[in-house]
C-alpha cells in the first residue's frame, strides 16, 4: 500500500533555519506531487505542488525540488518559523487515477 | 476554514454497529473525497466522486460505501465495524474531479469505536 516513502519521522528546527523533508516514490506513473500542512485538530491544507515537467517550484518560503530520475522530491522551508510547526505531508497521484498515496508525515518543531 | 462542513465532529460507537459521516463540499465545488487517517495506517485515500458518479476507488473495504446526492453533499457509510475502523474520517472537495485540481479539507470526523 505504501508507494511514498518519507522522511524523517520528526524535525526539530532552530527558528531561522532550513527544514528539509524528503520523500521517495516507487510508481512511476505518478505524475503530481503534493505537499500538505496538517495542524492539530485540523484537516490537511495544500501546501505546494509540482509537476514532473519542472524540477523545482517556490512558493515564498516553500520550495519542491523534485528528481524524476531518482524518483525523489523534497520541501524547504526556509527561514522556518514557530508558526510553521505542523505535520507535513508528501503525496503522489497519476492523473488518469485520482488514488493518491500519501507519506507517513513528518512532525515539525520550529523551536523560537 | 476551508468552507468544508463535516457532522458529526465526534462519534463514538460500539463492535458491529452502522454509523453515517455526512460531508457537505465547498460552494460551487463537484467533486467529494474520503480519507482515513490514522495512527497505523497513516493517510488513506477511499472514494471520489464527481458531480454524483463514483469517480475514483482507493482503499476502500467492502464494509464501507459512500454516495453523493444532487445537492452534491456526500455521506460515508460505514458497517459492522471493528476496533480498527477507529479512525479521523475527512471528507475533501474540489471544484472539478481532475488530478491537479486543489482539494480542500474539512475538519474531520473522529470515530471511536469501543
Known amino acids: 500500500q505504501q508507494q511514498v516513502k518519507q522522511s524523517p519521522q520528526s524535525l526539530i528546527v532552530q527558528k531561522g533555519g532550513i527544514s528539509i523533508i524528503n520523500c521517495a516514490y516507487e510508481?512511476?506513473?505518478?505524475?503530481?506531487f503534493p505537499w500538505y500542512q496538517q495542524f492539530p485538530g485540523k484537516g490537511p491544507a495544500l501546501l505546494i505542488a509540482?509537476?514532473?515537467?519542472?524540477s523545482e517550484k517556490k512558493e515564498g518560503r516553500f520550495t519542491i525540488s523534485f528528481n524524476k530520475s531518482a524518483k525523489q522530491f523534497s520541501l524547504h522551508i526556509m527561514d522556518s518559523q514557530p508558526g510553521d510547526s505542523a505535520t507535513y505531508f508528501c503525496?503522489?497521484?497519476?492523473?488518469?487515477?485520482?488514488?493518491?498515496?500519501f507519506g507517513a508525515g513528518t512532525r515539525l518543531t520550529v523551536k523560537p | 476554514d476551508s468552507g468544508v462542513t463535516q457532522t458529526p465532529k465526534h462519534l463514538i460507537t460500539a463492535t458491529g454497529q452502522r454509523v453515517t459521516l455526512r460531508c457537505s463540499p465547498r460552494?460551487?465545488?463537484?467533486?467529494v473525497y474520503w480519507y482515513q487517517q490514522s495512527l497505523d495506517q497513516g493517510l488513506q485515500f477511499l472514494i471520489q466522486?464527481?458531480?454524483?458518479?463514483?469517480?475514483a476507488k482507493g482503499n476502500i473495504l467492502e464494509r464501507f460505501s459512500a454516495q453523493q446526492f444532487p445537492d452534491l453533499h456526500s455521506e460515508l457509510n460505514l458497517s459492522s465495524l471493528e476496533l480498527g475502523d477507529s479512525a479521523l474520517y475527512f471528507c475533501?472537495?474540489?471544484?472539478?474531479?481532475?488530478?491537479?485540481?486543489?482539494?480542500?479539507f474539512g475538519p474531520g470526523t473522529r470515530l471511536t469505536v469501543l
Open positions: 466522486y464527481y458531480n454524483g458518479e463514483e469517480r
Open positions: 510508481n512511476t506513473a505518478f505524475d503530481y
Open positions: 475533501a472537495s474540489s471544484q472539478t474531479g481532475e488530478t491537479y485540481n486543489e482539494q480542500f
Open positions: 503525496a503522489a497521484s497519476s492523473y488518469n487515477n485520482n488514488d493518491m498515496r
Open positions: 509540482i509537476r514532473p515537467d519542472v
Open positions: 460552494s460551487g465545488d463537484l467533486s
